[in-house]
Nanobody, 126 residues
Framework: QVQLVESGGRLVQAGGSLRLSCAASGRTTGAYAMTWFRQAPGKEREFVGGITWRDGDTYYADSVKGRFTVSRDSARNTVYLQMISLKPEDTAVYYC???????????????????WGQGTQVTVSS
């Protein structure tokens, strides 16, 4: 079993920055990728950005490229989402997810992930 705990969400003004953390515990050995998704009220959960655990390759949604950065601390089993130039449309609950797949799976698809955190609220005021 794996547990994921997100933290760092809060209210921030437009143009501000924020860093989210996702700490993984349990059987994370051999994890394929850890990824951030978000879900705004009345909308479907959407891909934000992710990182492959072995190689550190990163992937981003077009809407956040150049503003958000995903990084990892393998020793701490923690993934970060650094967000700058935040916009009101970034307001959502942000979730991290872990894939334990032993082969390639699409990073941006929710079905690729076996474990999810409880989410952390990010609110960007205009």
């Amino acid at each position: 079993q794996v547990q994921l705990v997100e933290s760092g969400g809060r209210l921030v003004q437009a143009g501000g920055s924020l860093r989210l953390s996702c700490a993984a515990s349990g059987r994370t050995t051999g994890a394929y990728a850890m990824t951030w998704f978000r879900q705004a009220p009345g909308k479907e959960r959407e891909f934000v950005g992710g990182i492959t655990w072995r190689d550190g390759d990163t992937y981003y949604a077009d809407s956040v490229k150049g503003r958000f950065t995903v990084s990892r601390d393998s020793a701490r089993n923690t993934v970060y989402l650094q967000m700058i130039s935040l916009k009101p449309e970034d307001t959502a609950v942000y979730y991290c997810a872990l894939s334990t797949s032993s082969r390639y799976v699409p990073i941006s698809v929710t079905e690729s992930y076996d474990y999810w955190g409880q989410g952390t609220q990010v609110t960007v005021s205009s």
